[in-house]
């Protein structure tokens, strides 16, 4: 995942991620934090951003002190769990969303990708005729006969 965030986001992102079985039912529970960076604002001070490289640093450095039981603690809402770790900085939460897995690749985005390289770099992508694209996100694999 850092990887991930690393050449795909390229936003600086600090992640924490426990799993383990629960003890009442046995089945793998897992959480997660994650933490980024937001993008200076525009006409910021060499000061303003040299404070926002301490502060991120600082981020980090508390983001680092989360534990696994902490961060698996069913009874302990995310809400406190970041003013555990965060009460020391101005804390701004937003109104939580729910997640969803979900990628936004589709047979017809690459399909229109594919198309837009000339017929002979196509010829030279396809194997055995037909052109095989996996989904560096989701793992989908998506193959198009030429
Ligand atoms: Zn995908």
């Not at 301490?54 to 989360?66: A, C, E, M, R, V």
């Not at 809402?77 to 979900?102: G, T, Y």
């Not at 000339?118 to 396809?126: C, G, H, N, Q, T």
């Not at 694209?133 to 998506?142: G, H, P, R, S, T």
Request: with cysteine; net charge negative; aromatic share 8%.
């Amino acid at each position: 995942m850092h990887h991930f965030f690393r050449q795909s986001d390229q936003i600086p992102t600090g992640l924490v991620l426990f799993s383990q079985p629960s003890a009442s039912s046995g089945q793998l529970m897992a959480g997660a934090l994650i933490l980024q960076r937001l993008p200076f604002n525009a006409g910021s001070t060499f000061e303003e951003k040299e404070q926002d490289e301490d502060d991120w640093i600082t981020n980090l450095s508390l983001l680092g002190t989360l534990t696994k039981r902490e961060l698996l603690d069913a009874t302990l809402s995310s809400e406190k769990l970041l003013h555990r770790l965060f009460h020391e900085r101005q804390l701004h939460l937003l109104e939580p969303k729910p997640l969803q897995a979900k990628c936004s690749c589709s047979r017809d985005r690459i399909e229109k990708v594919i198309n837009n390289f000339p017929l002979e770099d196509r010829l030279e992508m396809a194997v055995d005729g037909e052109i095989k694209v996996i989904c560096e996100f989701c793992n989908a694999d998506y193959r198009f006969v030429i």
